[in-house]
């Protein structure tokens, strides 16, 4: 998806808020601000794409500030309150008493692809620019999706060897794992998180210090620290891994803004809530719906 008229405020804002995040001291951060603008300015094109011109936003203000990741505590605090919601949506009452009195968690979830393909999705509210209480109050809605091609992609995962699941926020792990597994009884999944940090995106440190990884199985990384997907950035594991993959899960809006400039062929399924209008009117969905797209 190109950059539309709409998606300059967005990006404008986003350079205040990480530079703002990034540091204490005031004239670096002016000068972080002040060049992570003109970074805006320079590129801001319809011919290009958001998440390339984001990417470019952050790496120039994580090296003026020295702060590699400066969504850092926003981070920790996102991933207390998915953490805490997730207990809360999934556990029966039963398996809630088991896993206070610290017993290793087994077999927790129950449903089928739907309820798992749900609580993926409701786990999308999140969003750096967003305020917890409003967060909370979304992820405890029922989940109807605006484009539903979920019982296609149902019927391509039974058929396929490999898929990619794209990470896309780190409180979004706990939600992602129920279908991971889910998913695993036809195909091997390999999740995908982003190197090194970039906004509140999922990295292996982020899985780790969830105590998630061995659950996870193979956890890849993208090899650039993009929102999204650069794929001039891309490592070359990613990109064999990439082509080689039967399906492509690819959550948030991110992964939809770089993977949709692709041919899809029925292999790219976007899951993800819609939450700024360019995205929502190239999906031809209101703004703030559910979208569960094969492409």
């Known amino acids: ?49 958001t998440i390339v011109i984001a990417a ?11 702060n590699p990741d400066p969504y850092r505590a926003m981070k920790d605090k996102e ?30 979830y129950k449903g089928d692809f739907r309820d798992y393909l ?14 917890p209480s409003f967060i909370e109050e979304d992820i405890r ?9 979920s019982e296609q992609f149902e019927v391509k995962l039974k058929d396929a060897n490999k898929v990619l699941y794209l990470a896309d ?28 940090p970039v906004q509140d995106d999922a990295t292996l440190e982020d899985i780790r210090k969830a105590g998630l990884e061995s659950e996870f199985g193979m956890v890849i990384n993208t090899g650039t620290a993009s929102p999204g997907i650069v794929f001039t950035l891309a490592s070359e594991q990613f990109k064999r891994e990439f082509e080689s993959a039967d399906l492509i899960f690819a959550k948030g809006m991110g992964h939809y803004e770089s993977l949709s400039e692709l041919p899809g062929q029925g292999k790219f399924f976007y899951c993800l809530m819609a939450k ?8 031809g969905v209101p703004v703030n719906s559910y979208v569960a797209m094969l492409q």
């Open 1 to 49: 998806m190109k950059v539309r008229p709409d998606c300059y405020e967005c990006l404008q804002r986003l350079v205040y808020q990480a530079a703002k995040l990034a540091g204490n001291n005031e004239q670096i951060r002016e000068r972080a601000t002040k060049e992570g603008l003109k970074i805006l300015e320079d590129n801001f094109s319809t011919n290009e794409v």
């Open 56 to 66: 470019k936003i952050h790496e120039v203000i994580k090296e003026i500030t020295g």
């Open 79 to 108: 991933m207390t309150i998915a953490r805490e919601l997730y207990s809360d949506l999934s556990l029966l009452p039963a398996e809630a008493a088991s896993r206070r009195r610290g017993k290793k968690r087994r077999n927790l």
């Open 118 to 131: 749900k609580l993926a999705a409701a786990a999308n509210t999140i969003d750096f620019f967003r305020e």
């Open 141 to 149: 809605r029922p989940v109807n999706f605006a484009l539903d091609d």
């Open 169 to 196: 926020n780190a409180g979004e792990i706990y939600f992602d794992l129920p279908l991971v597994e889910w998913m695993r009884q036809f195909a091997n999944v390999i999740y995908v998180v982003k190197p090194l």
């Open 276 to 283: 700024c209008k360019p995205v929502a009117d190239s999906l």
